[in-house]
């Protein structure tokens, strides 16, 4: 490759969070006259340094299309794009490159295994298995090929705290369930699901295992052959990077046999009007120019996470939790939903007598942004009687005077709401 005109340095390589802080611009800014206290880390990412300028290299110095072109930014762009491809593979752990396909989000890639594996495996009959706790992302896509294919869509269900109920999911497996579809951290309530042994429960009944790693990419450790999972899916944007690219892991053995999705350039090695030849994985499911400037974000953006000590990160946003669930106790009006033992550091709640998106508006004006609503979780919400939660969820990033500041100014406003 040619040489950049400048390399791309970040600041932290260890966990130490005031490093970390300065990588991220965007956290500096005031919102309302107020500075910014940003918790809507489920809903999306902000950007460390790192990635912006990783995007802005590409379209200065970079930019030309991939796997087309002789000339040189050609070659380099594509080299490029590959390179980001094994840094998602070694991100993932996942056995091989071809296995690593990218998409426009976890939207797309579940959609994807939905229309190529789902639609063309399935028949009348055949059950896909998900649960209470899903976002709609990983319900729609499979009542759309149940209704193609005539196959069931069984729901297991969750108790009170938000945890899927393993003894019931595993009653509802049977010779008839061809896929299972979990999140492995539920995004409304911030469950962190037993995917392990799900995984495990389900091919014992020899289905395919597609997991939601939208809320989990950047939050647990991650290595989809110790988990052995046969599809994994996430988004660039809730890992810290650009929104409008994200991943799907599959087993090659599966990706191999399934048929591609959608038809265009890069994805065929010979066309005619008579027959076309499909490309080999993982441009099989690659059609068209895809997002290139999102894959070397990403891949700027899983270089970044994984310079840092994981295990560090964890614990930290572990803590952010257990503070916010401590602040939480001390406010007698506040209910928590979901308090499931394994909890990402996701506090979801109500107060009573209180609409969330008056709560989120007013703590909006002290500069805090958090998301309220049913989270595109429209099933778990009324499956708890709810319409919506406020929601607080927290990344690497923030502190625990951020958290205080959150429950300070919950109290601050609540006689406004409670007026
Ligand atoms: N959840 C939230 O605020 P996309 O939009 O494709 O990047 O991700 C969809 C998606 C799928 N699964 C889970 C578990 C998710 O949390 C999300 C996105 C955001 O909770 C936006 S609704």
């Known amino acids: 490759m040619s040489s950049a005109p400048s390399e791309i340095t970040s600041a932290?390589?260890?966990?130490?969070?005031?490093?970390?802080?300065?990588?991220?611009?965007?956290l500096d800014r005031s919102v309302n006259g107020k500075p910014l206290v940003y918790a809507d880390n489920a809903a999306t990412t902000q950007k460390p340094n790192v990635v912006i300028e990783r995007i802005k290299r590409y379209y200065e110095y970079e930019n030309s299309n991939i796997h087309r072109g002789v000339h040189?930014?050609?070659?380099?762009a594509t080299e490029a794009y590959e390179i980001a491809r094994s840094c998602v593979k070694q991100f993932l752990n996942a056995a091989h490159e071809s296995e690593v396909i990218f998409t426009s989000g976890t939207t797309e890639s579940i959609n994807l295994v939905a229309q190529s594996y789902a639609r063309t495996n399935l028949v009348a009959g055949d059950e896909i298995l998900v649960s209470e706790l899903e976002h709609h992302a990983n319900i729609v896509p499979w009542q759309m090929v149940c209704q193609q294919t005539g196959a069931i869509l069984k729901v297991a269900p969750i108790n009170d705290a938000g945890e899927i109920i393993l003894e019931a999911f595993a009653e509802l497996l049977s010779a008839r369930t061809r896929i299972v579809a979990v999140g492995h951290i539920s995004n409304a309530l911030g469950t962190v699901n037993p995917v392990e042994r799900i995984i495990e429960l389900a091919h014992e009944v020899g289905a395919v295992v597609l997991i939601d790693g939208a809320q989990a990419s950047i939050h647990t450790p991650m290595d989809v052959q110790a988990l052995d999972c046969d599809f994994y899916a996430f988004s660039g944007h809730k890992a810290l990077g650009p929104t409008g690219v994200g991943v799907l892991y599959g087993r090659a053995s599966l990706l191999e046999a399934m048929p591609p999705w959608q038809g265009g350039g890069d994805m065929i090695k010979v066309v005619t009007f008579e027959h076309t030849e499909y490309n080999t994985l993982p441009y099989k499911f690659e059609a068209g120019t895809p997002n290139i400037a999102g894959g070397l974000g990403l891949a700027a953006a899983l270089e970044y996470f994984m310079a840092l000590d994981i295990t560090a990160v964890m614990a930290h946003e572990h803590a952010l939790l257990n503070c916010a669930i401590a602040r939480a106790a001390s406010i007698p009006q506040l209910q928590l939903v979901g308090t499931a033992a394994d909890k990402a550091a996701v506090v979801s709640f109500n107060i009573e007598g209180v609409h969330p998106h008056d709560l989120g508006t007013l703590l909006d004006q002290q500069g805090i942004a958090i998301r309220t609503g049913h989270h595109c979780a429209m099933p778990v919400m009324s499956r708890l009687g709810l319409s919506g939660t406020a929601r607080a969820s927290f990344a690497l990033y923030n502190t625990e005077d951020e958290v205080h500041a959150v429950f300070d100014a919950i109290e601050k406003v609540l006689p406004m709401l409670l007026d």
Do not use: M, Q, V
């Open 12 to 26: 932290s390589t260890t966990f130490d969070i005031a490093a970390i802080r300065r990588d991220f611009p965007l």
């Open 72 to 76: 040189t930014l050609s070659e380099d």
